[in-house]
């Protein structure tokens, strides 16, 4: 499985892709238009940025029966998939520190399956959706449950800058329909889930949204996260897993 990175090495950033041991330099963003260069790096030599720069980052609430349960935010499954979006400012790479924000009190976890969009698309049927997605990547959709609820919509709870840990890097397209999501916190299992128990399918997400907005190259889609959601403290390891992909560490500070 392929797998595309974003690092930061002594002559600067770039992207790439793992091969053979080494990381090959790419053009650019491999969602988006690049070709291999003739640059190799050592993978003990980089550090490992967010594989994405999305133009938009469109999650989906509420995608888990599960978690529908353990939610205040609903007391049934929404009847159509349940759109909100984080900035793309919130995007924070593996490695990188959450930060919990003064004004919040609750700053919770949400391990969950991204999408990464390879072409522009409008209007897609859900048979052809999955030729829009370039590949996957695990996400942690951070959320401050306490302003989740206070506000009423999510915009400021789901927005904070690292509320959207991304990584380790982006596979190419792999079969999603059955893989083990996990999170631990501090190494302790807390949410254990396979992506065939989302209420609503990746193609039809790909579709239904592309039906609200034009989604571009790069684009991020968050699936939703099962149940199991927990605060996280300062001082506390956060770890999202999924099967095929890899995973995604980082601190909270
Ligand atoms: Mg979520």
Known sequence: MERYIRFEAPEGEGWGIFKDGKIVGLSGNPAVQSEETNRYYEPSGVRLLAPVQPS???CIGLNYKEHVKESQSADKAPEEPLLFSKPPSAVLGPGGRIVRPPMAERVD???????VI???????????????????????????????RKDGQWTRAKGFDTFCP????????????????????NGELKQSARTSMMIFRIPRLVSFISKVMTLYPGDLICTGT????????????????IEGIGSLVNDVI
């Open 56 to 58: 938009k980052i469109i």
């Open 109 to 115: 976890y949400e391990g969950e399956l991204g999408v």
């Open 118 to 148: 390879g072409r522009q698309c409008k209007n897609v049927a859900e048979i052809e959706s999955e030729d829009y997605i370039f590949g996957f990547t695990c996400v942690n959709d951070v959320t401050a449950r306490d302003l989740q």
């Open 166 to 185: 991304v990584g380790p890097w982006v596979t190419g397209r792999l079969n999603y329909e059955d893989l083990l999501i996990e999170t631990y916190l």
């Open 226 to 241: 099962p149940s199991g959601i927990n605060p996280m403290q300062a001082g506390d390891r956060v770890e999202i897993r």
